[in-house]
T-cell receptor, first 110, second 112 residues
């Protein structure tokens, strides 16, 4: 079975903290994605990666960075968390066009 | 894709009735149109998809239709059940990669 796991379901951080969100897939997929989901705004792409050490900006990359040192792991980094980054973060992976999503991490920045 | 619009934002139907959710897209190069279902506390999951060389696809109680001329595609759910209550996202993709552009989602409520 396809499996995408995210390191935390819920996370509470303070403004200015550096935050790491981890995503791991066990399907040997080349493509991995980070989205944020906000009410009324749907899924918005933050960053994606087509291969190890490769990354491309999505639609809303400001305030975020990513790291992909291994094929199965894609990390989202908030260099200095701000309250407007309070959101649900979803990771996905794909080989072709079908994306498989993790359960999400609900991040609250106080 | 460039922009995907999804209407309405909420839909309530009686159990057993049909539900239709429509999406429009703007990118003429789009050639792949998936629908995802997101249940409470879970990530979105693909339920059906269609490619631009096909007009309709059906899988048990769900179907998707595509009108390339009008640039819209629709999800049809027949004989709705309470477990169909969820958020549904449409998306499109046109490039050689697997990047998707999602609509804003619609919350479907099936009243028992």
């Amino acid at each position: 079975d396809v499996k995408v796991t995210q390191s935390s379901r819920y996370l509470v951080k303070r403004t200015g903290e550096k935050v790491f969100l981890e995503c791991v897939q066990d399907m040997d997929h080349e493509n991995m994605f980070w989205y944020r989901q906000d009410p009324g705004l749907g899924l918005r792409l933050i960053y994606f990666s087509y291969d190890v050490k490769m990354k491309e900006k999505g639609d809303i990359p400001e305030g975020y960075s990513v790291s992909r040192e291994k094929k199965e792991r894609f990390s989202l980094i908030l260099e200095s968390a701000s309250t407007n980054q309070t959101s649900m973060y979803l990771c996905a992976s794909s080989f072709g066009t079908t994306q498989y999503f993790g359960p999400g991490t609900r991040l609250t920045v106080l | 894709g460039e922009n995907v619009e999804q209407h309405p934002s909420t839909l309530s139907v009686q159990e057993g009735d049909s539900a239709v959710i429509k999406c429009t897209y703007s990118d003429s190069a789009s050639n792949y149109f998936p629908w995802y279902k997101q249940e409470l506390g879970k990530g979105p999951q693909l339920i059906i998809d269609i490619r631009s060389n096909v007009g309709e696809k059906k899988d048990q109680r769900i179907a998707v239709t595509l009108n390339k001329t009008a640039k819209h595609f629709s999800l049809h759910i027949t004989e709705t059940q309470p477990e169909d209550s969820a958020v549904y996202f449409c998306a499109d993709s046109g490039g050689a990669n697997s990047k998707l552009t999602f609509g804003k989602g619609i919350t479907l409520s099936v009243r028992p």
